[in-house]
């Protein structure tokens, strides 16, 4: 069982940055795939971005492709999304997930946050 809590989230202007922390429970951290993932109201569930269970590969939504950056830090079981150039349209609540496999399938994840809400202002 892993538990996920996801903090960072906020009110920013358009062209600027915050950065997102999930912190997961559990002694298997290291072993899963994690993601964030991103829900607007009136929208779909959207794949934001996911890196492996070493941190040597990292996959990423085309909105968010060379923007945001994804890690993780498997000694503090936690993985964090930095995202910079934020624009009105990255208003969502934003989701971390882990799982055994993915990367962009939310239906490949096992484990889910309650999400935070990033609100960007134009």
């Known amino acids: 069982q892993v538990q996920l809590v996801e903090s960072g989230g906020g009110l920013v202007q358009a062209g600027g940055s915050l950065r997102l922390s999930c912190a997961a429970s559990?002694?298997?951290?290291?072993?899963?795939?994690m993601g964030w993932f991103r829900q607007a109201p009136g929208k779909e569930r959207e794949f934001v971005a996911a890196i492996n269970w070493r941190g040597s590969s990292t996959y990423y939504g085309d909105s968010v492709n060379g923007r945001f950056t994804i890690s993780r830090d498997n000694a503090k079981n936690t993985v964090y999304l930095q995202m910079n150039s934020l624009k009105p349209e990255d208003t969502a609540v934003y989701y971390c997930?882990?799982?055994?496999?993915?990367?962009?399938?939310?239906?490949?994840?096992?484990?889910w946050g309650q999400g935070t809400q990033v609100t960007v202002s134009s």
């Open positions: 559990g002694r298997t951290f290291n072993s899963y795939v």
């Open positions: 997930a882990a799982g055994r496999s993915g990367p962009t399938n939310a239906y490949n994840y096992d484990y």
